[in-house]
């Protein structure tokens, strides 16, 4: 029986999976299909990474490594939900809810001291940041908006906040001693085996990393940021904010480059509270206290410090805060700040969200206001910026009218992991940062002090060329122009200039347009497009790849949600990713206080499509693809006939939406004659959920309104969350008999 696997994750998808994954599987056994879960769930990645500490029935296997081997053949078919990618206090937060649990966990070690709290922490650092993605994107990304998706938001527009000519909004990014200008880059003509290492001033030699392994062709860089710069730099943009009276705003991906960006996260608390640091930064340090983690994780660990300084030192914030610069905040009613937890402020997500409201973020009174975006490195802050500046010339984007930006993304086998791996690091001694090859003959190397970040990143050639082919695919299946987004001016981007060209001749681009440009450069071009209501594919690097595909899906279509993203697997397979999950953690606490979820499933619904059309290619299942078919046109129908999540207790949620859905897909089912056979099984149940539609959609509303337990929320009970997200037994009963 054909395979696909549905991924269990985190938050809000993995509610809706409770409830939406039973009529998967009620619909799909029809077409002779089997739907199994694997969980890659941060509890259960953490729950996997310690087999020695719990009973039989605690224990999970390591699903992602299975999914990342299954990744590599030609009968891969996996839907990928969105994950958590922790930060610290996330991984903390689940590990505490875990041990509340009986799980036998060791706590996370801060500043590992022995050889035990060092082998834990290498245990729990392989389940953080961006650690799902890299494992199962065995191929290059595919994103685009569906036809559907696009022909609705123009006729249902989101709203869009008023951008001002006079708008005191802007991007502050540096311009020297970051990531973008110490880069230096090479391409390996053989295999080979490298070493990282740093030369001290006094002349020893300290590996920090050996046996890296690379291929003939990769592209491996290396650069690095300089600490006392940022931290300049961060002070000038303090001071700035402050003498205008516009928001202070830090954007960064402390989720994705889970190891650079949580450092340069410290230093902008650290430089903004900088008078509570001079006075109490020693007592923060002994206890425990990191800035790394945030204002919020000091703040709840004041209770190590005696009660005279923890009172100091909550007065100290607490006065800072009501100083200018205003910061910007995730949640001014509760008091959560720009600056409280490294992953609140997710720059793809942050970004995007202040440009569709006119350029402003919420104050601290809950006031929105005109705010001072701050980048620290600039590789890709410029196009932000253009964005900032098309918008103060041209107003705000018109969703009835403008075009749409797809995107190809180079992403396969680790393309590109920036600051996000093992080999990056917090420099420790001054001297000098090498990268070095088996010969010993040195290919890369910085001079670095105490503090800077120096990274590393690898970019195999065989992604590259597949990406290339993709992009060419693209423009050639759509006649849009695709857009590589790559500067001549930086190390890393010439010498994959000069792949594109190699590669591009391998392909027939006869009539095709395909252009080279910068990103900011990009930027305008598309954005000049986008105005005209035309189309343009931004064939795009791995980070730029999850910049692009949530700035201009937010702007086009009012969220990143609602994409279709296919990975055509390099081997063959298939992975079908179902969009963001950016606000998924209020979607959750929504749901815990109200029994109401408002996550949108349209990306579940969208990948799903993809996936059985994948399968009925893959698998000769004619079937599967009319059960695709079908599903577009019922996915098509909740959203022209209004049955998507509303935001508000008393309307549809997440679980109506899957009701109509499964109606919509059964009436189409029992209305298409290319199968006899599925038109004949789906006929009574078209019947059954039509004349029980009444009656199902009040069972679904009268669950709304009191408080839901689910039993936990990175681990929640199987049982409770399968109940709480299927309360309509009229509903059930029709699903569970095809099942």
């Known amino acids: 029986m054909a395979t696909i696997i549905y991924t269990k994750t985190d938050e809000a998808p993995l509610l809706a999976t409770y409830s939406l994954k039973p009529i998967i599987e009620a619909f799909t056994s029809a077409a002779g299909v089997q739907v199994e879960t694997r969980d890659i769930s941060l509890a259960g990645r953490i729950i996997s990474q310690f087999p020695d500490r719990l009973t039989p029935e605690q224990q999970l296997p390591d699903a992602l490594a299975e999914l990342g081997e299954l990744a590599r053949t030609p009968e891969a078919n996996i839907i990928k939900l969105p994950n958590i990618s922790a930060s610290v206090p996330q991984l903390k937060a689940a590990i505490a809810e875990l041990q509340s649990q009986g799980y036998d966990l060791p706590d996370y070690p801060d500043s590992p001291s022995t050889d035990e709290e060092r082998e834990v922490r290498a245990r729990y650092g392989r389940v953080m940041g961006s650690a799902v993605n890299p494992v199962l994107r065995e191929g290059n990304s595919d994103r685009r908006a569906p036809a559907a998706v696009k022909g609705y938001a123009r006729a249902f527009p989101h709203s869009m906040g008023e951008w001002s000519a006079d708008s005191r909004t802007e991007v502050a990014t540096m311009s020297a001693d970051d990531f973008a200008s110490n880069e230096k880059s090479v391409v390996l003509e053989s295999d080979d085996t490298l070493t990282i290492q740093l030369v001290g001033a006094d002349g020893t030699t300290t590996v920090l990393k050996q046996s890296v392994p690379v291929l003939a062709g990769e592209v491996v860089d290396a650069t690095f940021m300089d600490a006392a710069a940022l931290r300049t ?122 440009i569709r409201n006119g350029g402003k973020l919420w104050g601290p009174k809950g006031e929105e206001d005109d705010t001072l975006a701050v980048i620290p490195d600039h590789s890709y802050a410029g196009i932000y910026a253009a964005v900032i500046e098309d918008c103060k010339a041209n107003g705000a984007f018109d969703p009835t009218t403008m075009g749409s930006v797809p995107n190809v993304g180079l992403m396969a086998q680790k393309a590109e992991e920036y600051g996000s791996h093992d080999k990056t690091f917090e420099i420790e001694a001054e001297g000098t940062v090498q990268v070095v090859d088996s010969s010993g003959a040195v290919l890369l190397e910085h001079a670095v002090r105490p503090g800077d970040i120096w990274r590393a990143c690898q970019t195999k050639d065989a992604p590259i060329r597949d990406w290339v082919r993709l992009a060419v695919e693209r423009a050639r299946l759509s006649g849009t122009p695709a857009v590589f987004w790559l500067d001549r001016e930086r190390a890393h981007d010439a010498n994959l200039i000069a792949k594109v060209e190699q590669y591009l001749g391998e392909h027939d681009t006869e009539g095709l347009q395909i252009e ?46 609602k994409m279709l993203s296919v990975v055509p697997l390099m081997n063959g397979g298939g992975l079908f990713e179902t969009g963001a999950g950016g606000s998924a953690p209020k979607h959750v606490q929504q749901l815990q206080q109200q029994n109401y979820l408002r996550w949108d499933s349209l990306g579940e619904f ?79 149940v078209a019947e059954q959920l039509s004349a029980q539609e009444q009656q199902i959609t009040q069972e679904l509303l009268d669950a709304q309104g009191s408080p839901a337990d689910i039993g936990g929320y990175y681990h929640p009970d199987d049982a409770k969350a399968s109940a709480v997200m299927r309360p309509s037994a009229t509903f059930n009963q029709v699903i569970d008999s095809l099942r």
């Open 516 to 561: 080279i440009m910068s990103p900011v450069e990009a930027t305008r071009y598309s954005l000049e497009r986008i105005r005209r209501g035309e189309d343009t594919i931004s064939v795009t690097g791995n980070v730029l790849r999850d910049y692009n595909t949530d700035l201009f899906p937010i702007l086009e279509l009012g969220t990143s949600a």
């Open 233 to 354: 730099f961060l002070a000038e943009q303090v001071r700035r904010a402050a003498e205008a009276d516009v928001l202070f705003s830090l954007h960064l991906k402390a989720t994705m480059m889970k190891v650079s960006d949580p450092i340069i996260f410290g230093h902008a608390v650290e430089v903004f509270f900088a008078d509570v640091f001079s006075r109490y930064g020693d007592q923060l340090a002994a206890a425990g206290l990191s800035a790394d983690n945030g204002l919020g994780g000091i703040l709840s660990g004041l209770d190590a410090l005696p009660a005279d300084v923890r009172d100091e030192v909550r007065a100290a914030f607490e006065a800072r805060l009501a100083e200018l610069p205003r910061l910007s905040m995730v949640n001014s009613d509760k008091g959560i700040t720009n600056l409280h937890v490294p992953s609140d402020v997710i720059i793809d997500a942050s970004m995007p969200a202040m």
């Open 606 to 684: 969208l990948a799903l499509a993809e996936s059985l059309r994948h399968l009925s290619r893959a698998d000769d299942n004619p079937r599967a693809a009319v059960l695709a078919a079908t599903l577009d046109a019922a996915t098509e129908r909740v959203l022209t006939e209004g049955r998507s999540p509303a935001r508000r207790l008393g309307q549809i949620d997440n679980r109506g939406s899957h009701f109509y859905l499964a109606l919509y897909w059964a009436q189409a089912l029992a209305a298409q004659s290319d199968d006899a056979a599925l038109a004949a099984t789906f006929a009574p």
